[in-house]
């Protein structure tokens, strides 16, 4: 597996969104603009190499490889 390292932020977008939390909640949460957390799990999906953010929920174990920084 190639190594991957996603901000912490990006980690926590996606955390939550693995988990069905919706867009805005997670804006709500963290205190983020919705455009934000699009903007984090779409980077996050890019380097990950999932072409879709509904393709997250079937690399659930990708999320277990991340290695941050």
């Known amino acids: 597996f190639k ?3 996603l901000s912490p932020r990006e980690v926590c977008v ?3 969104s693995i988990k069905g ?3 805005k909640n997670i804006a709500k949460r963290l205190g ?3 455009k934000t957390v ?3 799990r779409s ?3 890019n380097k990950l190499g999932v072409d879709k953010a509904c393709n997250l929920f079937h690399c659930r174990l990708l999320i277990k490889m991340i290695y941050l920084e």
């Open 38 to 40: 699009y903007a984090h």
């Open 21 to 23: 939390t919706s867009v």
């Open 32 to 34: 983020l603009q919705i």
């Open 3 to 5: 190594k991957v390292v």
């Open 43 to 45: 980077n996050a999906c």
């Open 14 to 16: 996606l955390n939550l």
